[in-house]
Structures are given as C-alpha cells and as structure tokens.
C-alpha cells in the first residue's frame, strides 16, 4: 500500500498540482476573445450575447482543453505517489516533466492556430469588420501553469537524480 502521507510531499509536487489546478480554473475562462477597433463595432460586439464573444477553453477547441489535463493529471499523481520510492524512482518525475512540456507545446500549437476555429468564411467577415480574434486571460493561465509545471518538473528531475546518485553503492 503506497504511502499517502501529505506531510511527505515536496514543494516541487505541491506546486506541481497547484499548477495543475490553476490550469483546470483556466478551462472556464475566456481564452478566445473577439475585439474591435473601431468604436462603432466595439458597440455591436457588447450587444451580442457573451458566447458569442468569448470562448472558454471548452468551445476553443482541443489545443485548449487537452493540454490542460495533461498538466493537472500528473500534478496530481505526483502529489499521490511522488513520495512512493519505487513509483518515483520508474520514472514519475520524468512523466511529469514530459507532460508538462507536451501540454506546453500543445497550447503553443493552439496560440498560432488560434483563428483556425473559425472557418475561412467566417474569418473572412470578421476581418472585413475590423474583429479581431485574440487570446483571453485562460489561455494566459493556463500558458503560465504549462510554465511554471515544466520548470518544478525539471528541479524534480534534477532532485531525483541526485537521489539516487547517493543510493548507489
């Protein structure tokens, strides 16, 4: 039976799943938004119904939502089994790290195709209009939980390594 003491847990696995939760926050805010720059369309865009005008990470596709169960997954595997030797020493760490830079890169492809959610017709009026599409503030979080999970998960590498660098004979 693995042991599920919390007070075991490190401050790399704790950030490891606050990012993770931050990112699962995120799925619920805007990460799509269309903005105008002309006064009198920014007038029609605050008339429209709010769905129309934002997209939570739901309705902006699956570079927005996977990405951020590959970060709170392993955030919490790490939280669960991180202090469980064996569990670790297979290579938990480097799962983690791995995931994270995966949902990295997934949001990243998500960012440059962000317009891709609408087809050419639609993307088509909106530029004629003077829209534009833009990133919302889950996107933003959810990009500062990749990073922040990325970077603990490497200091875990580097931990588990030097760990068991002292173990051997």
Not at 27 to 48: K, M, Q
Not at 80 to 85: E, I, N, Q
Not at 136 to 164: C, I, M, P, Q
């Amino acid at each position: 039976m693995p042991d599920l003491a919390l007070k075991k847990v490190t401050w790399r696995e704790w950030l490891g799943l606050a990012a993770g939760l931050l990112a699962l926050v995120a799925l619920f805010l805007p990460w799509t938004t269309l903005t105008a720059s002309r006064p009198e369309i920014e007038d029609v865009l605050t008339t429209l119904p709010a769905d129309d005008v934002t997209r939570d990470a739901w309705r902006s596709g699956f570079l927005a939502w996977a990405p951020v169960f590959l970060l709170f997954l392993p955030g919490l595997a790490v939280v669960l089994f991180g202090r469980v030797d064996a569990v670790r020493r297979a290579g938990l760490p480097h799962l983690w790290l791995m995931a994270a830079i995966g949902a990295l890169l997934l949001m990243l492809l998500g960012w440059i195709s962000l317009d891709w959610q609408f087809d050419a017709d639609q993307r088509g009026i909106l530029s004629a209009a003077g829209i534009e599409i833009g990133s919302g503030l889950g996107r933003y979080l959810g990009l500062l939980a990749a990073v922040v999970s990325a970077v603990v998960a490497f200091f875990d590498v580097r931990r588990l390594r030097a760990e068991t660098r002292v173990r051997r004979p």
